[in-house]
Nanobody, 115 residues
Framework: QLQASGGGLVQAGGSLRLSCAAS????????MGWYRQAPGKQRELVAV???????NYADSVKGRFTISRDNAKNTVYLQMNSLKPEDTAVYYC???????????WGKGTQVTVSS
């Protein structure tokens, strides 16, 4: 189970921090990350961190967002700074787990950035 929190309403230029904790996981977590889906658009990768600490970001968030993990707590964070109205979306936590690389998804948390 993935439980995300930290979404909300913020003005442009503001910051939010998302958290996602994985519970009940019995296999190794290969990667954890964040995706987002804006109204009328496809879900897209925001940022991902693999088990070795390597990270990957969407071009649109590079330099503004930072992903981090606490492996001991099976938790991933997304620090979002300099938020823009186009960052408005439902943000989903993702975990890729086990030998068969199964993807698990959290329920999503709404992030709204007002101009």
């Amino acid at each position: 189970q993935l439980q995300a929190s930290g979404g909300g309403l913020v003005q442009a230029g503001g910051s939010l921090r998302l958290s996602c904790a994985a519970s009940g996981i019995r296999s190794n977590i290969n990667a954890m990350g964040w995706y987002r889906q804006a109204p009328g658009k496809q879900r897209e990768l925001v940022a991902v961190s693999d088990s070795g600490g390597a990270t990957n970001y969407a071009d649109s968030v590079k330099g503004r967002f930072t992903i981090s993990r606490d492996n001991a707590k099976n938790t991933v964070y997304l620090q979002m700074n300099s938020l823009k109205p186009e960052d408005t979306a439902v943000y989903y936590c993702n975990a890729n787990i086990g030998t068969f690389k199964v993807n698990y998804w959290g329920k999503g948390t709404q992030v709204t950035v007002s101009s």
